[in-house]
Every structure is written in C-alpha cells, then in structure tokens.
C-alpha cells in the first residue's frame, strides 16, 4: 500500500529564514500532493497542492516541489514569520483505483522571533 | 455552509464501551473519511467513503465500523472501546479523493 515518509520531524529556523520539508512517497499511482497546517488545538487546514502533472508551484511565501521520477516532493517556506509556527503534513492520493489519501507524520516547525 | 461538523467534541468511555463518533457535512461532497491522530504518527486513516453505499478500509481499520447511508453523513462505531483507540479524530470531505479535504474540528476520545 501507499507509504509516505516526511523528514524533518522538527525544524527550527530564525524568523526571516527559510524552512524545507521533504516528503517521499511509495506508489507511483499517486497523482495528488496536498500539504496541510496545523495550529495547536485546530483542525489541519490546506495550504498548498500539486498534481502530477506539474513540477513546481508557488503561493506567495510558500512553494511546492514534485519529481515524480524520484517519487518525492517539498515544501519550502521563505521569510518565515513567528505564525508559521504549527505542524505540517504532507500528504499523498490516488484519484483512481485506491482513492485513499495518505498522510506523512508530521513537521513541528517552530520560527524564532 | 457548516462545512464538517463532528460530534460530540469529547468523550471519556470505560474498556468495553461501544460508541458511535458522528460527522456531518453540508458541501455535498463524495468523499469521506475518518482519521486518528497520535502524537509522533500523524494522521491515519481509518476507514473511508467515495460516495454512499461505497465504504474500504484504511490503513488502521481494525476495532472500527462505517457505514455511509447518505452522501451526508459518515459516521464511525467503536465495537468495544480499548484504551488504545484513546486518540483524536478527524472527519474529513472532499469533491474526490484527489482534492482539497475540509476537516471537521475533532472528537477527543478518552478510554479509560
């Protein structure tokens, strides 16, 4: 079944600076890369995806990467600022055939003012 | 629009207590799903439903029923609570499972 594994477990980084979450994923099937924040207490809440189709995608401060070929993907957030302090998940899904959404375990980012 | 409304918020239950988690979304989506979340794991999923009738097991099924009778509701049973299903869970809705999920705001679930 699908398998993704997120790395770091824990990032802290100087507020200004940029941070970078990396995801791998098992299932060449996967066509959908969402990536999901969540403050403390909430609910996980989107805030950038990918499909298959693109290599790269950009948000204002945040951006996302795919290589499909290496079966891995990245977050990068530059300028962080103290309210990107929450924990990130990458995820990954597959539109036909399985229709699960796959979740990584987790990034505590903490930005230091 | 409610988006995903989950409820109760929290519950505390004994071993061997059954329980059913309730979640309700108004955005008329197929997709649905149940998740655990535990500290270090992430979010796991549980069960999940591409439209009603239609329900497959996640990654952690074991322990946990589903039905979906309706594209709205999508509730989750707990047979015979154990201490280790204590955890919290989401709901989650999206058009497709390739798409943006919405999460509802979790049920902390206690078994003592």
């Known amino acids: 079944g699908e398998n993704v594994e997120q790395h770091p477990s824990t990032l802290s980084v100087q507020e200004g600076d940029s941070a970078v979450i990396k995801c791998t994923y098992s299932d060449s099937a996967s066509n959908y890369f969402p990536w999901y924040k969540q403050e403390l207490g909430k609910r996980p809440q989107l805030i950038i995806d990918i499909r298959s189709n693109v290599g790269e995608k950009k948000d204002q401060r945040i951006a996302v990467t795919l290589n499909k070929t290496a079966k891995h993907f990245s977050l990068h957030i530059t300028e962080t600022q103290p309210e990107d302090s929450a924990v990130y998940f990458c995820a990954a899904s597959i539109g036909t055939g399985g229709f699960k959404t796959i979740f990584g375990a987790g990034t505590r980012l903490f930005v230091k003012a | 629009n409610a988006g995903v409304t989950q409820t109760p918020k929290f519950q505390v239950l004994k071993t061997g207590q059954s329980m059913t988690l309730q979640c309700a979304q108004d955005?008329?989506?197929?997709?649905m799903s149940w998740y655990r979340q535990d500290p270090g794991m992430g979010l796991r999923l549980i069960h999940y439903s591409v439209g009603a009738g239609i329900t497959d097991q996640g990654e952690v099924p074991n322990g946990y029923n589903v039905s979906r009778s309706t594209t709205e509701d999508f509730p989750l049973r707990l047979l015979s609570a154990a201490p280790s299903q204590t955890s919290v869970y989401f709901c989650?809705?999206?058009?497709?499972?390739?798409?943006?999920?919405?999460f509802g705001d979790g049920t902390r679930l206690s078994i003592l």
């Open positions: 989650a809705s999206s058009l497709q499972a390739d798409r943006p999920q919405h």
């Open positions: 955005m008329n989506h197929e997709y």
